[in-house]
């Protein structure tokens, strides 16, 4: 039975919808940063892809007689964004978007996955994206349901409980708000998604 993490690690993939206190461990992601509006942008869109193709790669990597050591089967956990700037322009958002990757995932795993990709879909170039260890730490986080574009709300009742909670926001380079998409849009009409909205805060 393939390792889901959503459902081995709830705490970070199932928050209720009343916001809560986190603290993120250290994990694994193959990443790629951009700028742009993610609905109109051909570079975000490209870099979904390549994300998900590198992710599929490590998943597959068992095959082939090159099965990486540690390995063992996994459901390709759902996409990720860190965000920053305005979300009234969203042309001016700086991204990064990312996948998280089992621990067994070395950069000798990662660049076999490259390689992989590059064979499948060599119209796609991966040389933008990186592997890394990303620790997130001490967070506050909310489920949002709906469209993307009613967040809003959502994100005020989370701040609204990070600043009533004796914390404060926290954001710098490494920290922003971050969004763990658990719905695909492309077939989940806008009502039903499903979003983990978490934002790195720290104690007054």
């Known amino acids: 039975m393939p390792i889901d993490f959503k459902k ?61 050591e540690g390995y063992f089967d996994f459901v390709v956990p759902p996409l990720e964004g860190l965000w920053s700037g305005d979300a009234r322009d969203k042309g001016g958002f700086a991204w990064t978007s990312m996948i998280r990757q089992p621990d067994f995932v070395t950069e000798s795993v990662f660049e076999q996955a490259r390689e992989t990709l590059a064979k499948k879909k060599p119209r796609l170039d991966s040389r933008a994206a990186r592997l890394e260890r990303f620790t997130e730490g001490l967070c506050a986080q909310v489920l949002h349901l709906g469209s993307y574009d009613d967040e809003p709300a959502t994100v005020a009742t989370l701040d609204r409980f990070i600043a009533e909670s004796a914390y404060r926001l926290d954001y710098s380079e490494g920290r922003r708000h971050h969004e763990i998409y658990l719905a695909d849009p492309r077939k989940t009409t806008p009502e039903k998604l499903k979003t983990v909205l978490r934002h790195p805060i720290a104690t007054i």
């Open 8 to 68: 081995t690690q709830k705490e970070l993939y199932q928050p209720k919808i009343a916001p809560s206190v986190i603290d993120v461990p250290t994990m694994t992601f193959i990443m790629i940063d951009g700028a742009g509006d993610p609905n109109t942008s051909e570079a975000y869109q490209n870099a979904v892809e390549i994300l998900y193709g590198l992710s599929y790669a490590v998943k597959m990597s068992k095959t082939g007689g090159r099965q990486p």
